[in-house]
């Protein structure tokens, strides 16, 4: 069991209205309404710190609506609408994320007001904490500026959850009247920019626990919120400056991890490369503490695992990770063609002898997917159809990056007591280092004056952690493939530095639930994912073949009915729904 914050009395699970905490009472009635706490209770240090706690405790997205899609890795919104994944499982398996997938929400579909009730729960407990703060009279001026920090940090961070997902929400901040009306006519990116700037400017560079939000973190937030706006001039020299100076929350300078898998592995999590990381945490009495979100997508059938399949890799992104020669991508996305695609039992309905791919692969992909033929950490080599609910549904591959290995389960990381041993202590890094290196090579190739070599250079950097055989999955005393990753030499171009960056994006944040943002705001949304079901649909036609993708209308997700009945004329819908 981990200790998260390190905070002493302070383990609060609270919980309030949405969007608002109004405490009516009656003249002669002085207790509080349900769901509300009083003043005394948060205006002094434990109050605060309380408060502040539960606030970081709602990005696991437990306690308050479906807790396997809810939290902050987005792995359906971001991943499988990404393409990078498939929904997985039988069809008819959750099917409500089968719309997500499809994009077929339509204003009342769940998703879109759970996500919705989640940032706002979030932002409403952040803002409680900056109403009650100065109240407090036995905190020093330098606790409570490292409260205000941490707050709008975690404040930034849900606006900018819904700022992806929606485009134009209400802002509610601290002092907005309460109960309030607020339209979404625009959106809140200079809010976010607030928020993240303040953050940068007064927290510390050290925190006293590793789940914290330090100077750094708030850093490459505004940078990534810079970036998402077009703002390349000054995300490359933020960029710059954290990746000179920058520290995580235990002061260790950012780096990259020795090996790919250290950064989603709980015997070494919060390291040097992860600039902010939810924290989870197993066997503390409850699973609200665990990382609840990829409950769902262990292999299904691996010994003593029991459940569920769900988030398979898609074929398109297994074959991203063929190489040429030079240890190189294939151009043009030629990895699809079948004389390049990764020969891993694509006669999924049958049982034939399987033979090896035997083609060259960026290591990382074994990291990524559970391949046929290929151990899948210590739980015995993947058998592929035995371990998958329905290939011909969903495909051959299941989910690795962010499952345990079965010594991880037996010695406590997992949490067994509830229906599967899904929950685990495993962090979900929002922003790895990596993350900021390959953001610092975007923008420098998108800034007004383009430095193509430093690009280069930060995108080689990545590259040559993949390269190492020490981080190889390996069988026996042998790598489990043809692994071969090279460097990049110099960029020809703006063009073919643009489009090494994003696919390098591609193939290290893989399952990370950031490809279906990014691919919007390239504007190449309509094109990519019509190319991957294009590719996947001719194995999996009964999954993909109804995905359409609208521009102008999918890039962002309904406003849901919900929230705009209760404020009618005041809320309007996105374009399209």
Known sequence: MKNIF????????LSFVIVASVACKNDFLSVPAPGALSESLLTNANGVEGMLVSSYGILLGRGLTNPFIGGSTNWLGGSVQGGEANKGSESGDAAVMNAVMRFEMSPTHQVPAWKWAICYESISRANTVLKNVDKATDMSAADKTRVKGEARFLRGHSYFELQKHFNKVPYIDE?????????????VWTQIEADFKF????????????????????????GKAYLFQKKFDAAATLFETVIASGKNASGVKYGLAAKYNDCFNAETENNEEHVFSVQAAANTGTINNTQSDFVLNFTQNAPGAGCCGFFQPSFDMVNSYRTDANGLPLPNNTYNDPANAVKHDYDIGSDIAFVPDAGRLDARVDWVAGRRGVPYYDWGVHPGKRWVRDQVDAGPYTAKKFQMTKAQFDSGFGDGSSWTKGYSALNY????????????AEAQVEKAAPDLAKAKDYVNLVRARAAKPAGFVMNGATPAANYNVGAYPAFADQVAA?????????????????RFYDLVRWGVAKAEIERYVANDVKILAGRLGRITFVTGKHEYWPIPQSQIDLQPGILTQNPGY
Do not use: C
């Open 199 to 222: 953050a940068y400017d007064n927290l510390p560079e050290t925190q006293a626990a590793a789940g914290r939000a330090n100077k750094w973190a708030a850093g490459s937030y505004l």
């Open 6 to 13: 390190n905070m002493k009395g302070a383990s609060l699970t």
């Open 429 to 440: 890094p929002m922003i790895r280092f990596a993350d900021v290196l390959l953001m610092a």
């Open 175 to 187: 002092t907005t009247a309460d109960p309030a009306i607020v339209p979404n006519s625009g959106n």
């Open 498 to 514: 643009r489009a090494a960056v994003r696919m390098e994006r591609k193939l290290e944040l893989s399952q990370e639930g950031h």
